[in-house]
């Protein structure tokens, strides 16, 4: 029963360290996870069995890793998740040529200092110049670059 818990440990710990290598990049809680599961079932194989027995528990845990992590790799099992397409364009692109600096719209997001409005029913993304603006706020065009819409808020006085 304990070689079981031992290699079950083992097992899980190999797969959650193969999924964090290959699917989820970065150090996160699978990876720690996986770490941690491994090292539990070696502990355990060390202080049930001794240090030999511990020992060779290591090794074969290394190797298995290290065999699993080529073999997943090699396949290239990741490339059925992975995405295949690429954005060829930019957010405003299309609506650039329709809007002039001065022409007033309302939010339809807060600007923090990026979110949306609304233009001749046009939904195009804005950004204030540094400040924040509330939803439903009244703005207008200060400068057009590139694909980037700059707004300020409309004072009522």
């Not at 290959?22 to 996870?33: E, S």
């Not at 090699?74 to 001065?102: A, I, Y």
């Not at 400068?143 to 004072?155: L, R």
Request: with cysteine.
């Amino acid at each position: 029963m304990e070689w079981l818990m031992i290699i079950g440990f083992i097992v899980l710990g190999i797969i959650l360290i193969i999924i964090e290598i290959v699917f989820v990049p970065g150090t996160t809680i699978v990876g720690i996870g996986g770490l941690a599961c491994m090292g539990y079932g070696i502990y355990v194989a060390f202080q049930d069995f001794g240090t030999s027995t511990g020992i060779i528990t290591l090794v074969i845990t290394g190797v298995f890793c290290l065999i699993a992590l080529v073999y997943s790799l090699k396949t290239k099992s990741w490339e059925k998740f992975s995405l295949k397409k690429t954005m060829d364009s930019k957010f405003n692109e299309e609506f650039k040529q329709d809007l002039q600096v001065g022409e007033e719209g309302e939010s339809i997001s807060s600007l923090k200092p990026i979110g949306k409005a609304l233009f001749n029913e046009q939904e195009v993304e804005v950004r204030s110049m540094g400040g924040y603006v509330r939803e439903k706020s009244k703005v207008r065009i200060i400068k057009i670059e590139q694909n980037k819409i700059f707004v300020e808020p409309i004072t009522e006085s």
